[in-house]
Nanobody, 115 residues
């Protein structure tokens, strides 16, 4: 119904910034609540940021103040702006779309924060 493709990941130095994008296709993007989740090896997947269809946002305590989630429904895209990155932000970042408690996931994009 909806396909999600993440982009924008890569290697960045501590203190640097990165903007992740999640492009949706195959469905009406505006009906989905969107979120960014991340997973490091050996760790559980954790919520980073969420944004509702109405634009309400919430963030994990670990990224609050450093991360901004936004969406552009006309472009079928959700963004994750990350600033002041730390090594512990390293992981695979996944985009999630949910509608009526049914969730769709992207393949993920690797973010590595290292000197």
């Amino acid at each position: 119904q909806v396909q999600l493709v993440e982009s924008g990941g890569g290697l960045v130095q501590p203190g640097g910034s990165l903007r992740l994008s999640c492009a949706g296709s195959g469905s009406i993007f505006s009906i989905y609540h969107m979120g960014w989740y991340r997973q490091a090896p050996g760790n559980q997947r954790e919520m980073v940021a969420r944004i509702t269809t109405g634009g309400r946002t919430n963030y994990a305590d670990s990224v609050k103040g450093r991360v901004t989630i936004s969406r552009d429904n006309a472009k079928n895209t959700v963004y994750l702006q990350m600033n002041s990155l730390k090594p512990e932000d390293t992981g695979v970042y996944y985009c999630k779309a949910s509608f009526n408690q049914v969730a769709y996931w992207g393949q993920g994009t690797q973010v590595t924060v290292s000197s």
